[in-house]
Nanobody
Framework: QVQLVESGGGLVQAGGSLRLSCAAS????????MGWFRQAPGKEREFVAA????????DYADSVKGRFTISRDNAKNTVYLRMNSLNTEDTAVYYC????????????????????WGQGTQVTVSS
């Protein structure tokens, strides 16, 4: 069983930046795809970004494309989400997730593709 622990959330002004981290433990990190999702108050959880197990394939929601960057460091068992040009619509709880299947070709965007989730970290963007 994998444990995922997010960190790096907080309060930031619009236009600012944050970097979220997700540390994984409990099973081999490097062979699983990883993703970030978010859930704003009163809204459903939505896909933000994903990265393949190799790190070569990344996917982004249209709303964050060009502003957010997902990356991973397999030596540290950690996945990151760099968020630039934040706006108030980015306010949400951000969740890290690990894919259900090993390896894979990337392109994972559905919550059902991910079997393990972190507890979430709050990101609040003030205007």
């Amino acid at each position: 069983q994998v444990q995922l622990v997010e960190s790096g959330g907080g309060l930031v002004q619009a236009g600012g930046s944050l970097r979220l981290s997700c540390a994984a433990s409990g099973r081999t990190f490097s062979i699983y795809g990883m993703g970030w999702f978010r859930q704003a108050p009163g809204k459903e959880r939505e896909f933000v970004a994903a990265i393949s197990w190799t790190g070569r394939i990344t996917d982004y929601a249209d709303s964050v494309k060009g502003r957010f960057t997902i990356s991973r460091d397999n030596a540290k068992n950690t996945v990151y989400l760099r968020m630039n040009s934040l706006n108030t619509e980015d306010t949400a709880v951000y969740y890290c997730a690990q894919s259900r299947q090993e390896y894979g070709l990337g392109g994972l965007k559905q919550a059902a593709d991910f079997g393990s989730w972190g507890q979430g970290t709050q990101v609040t963007v003030s205007s």
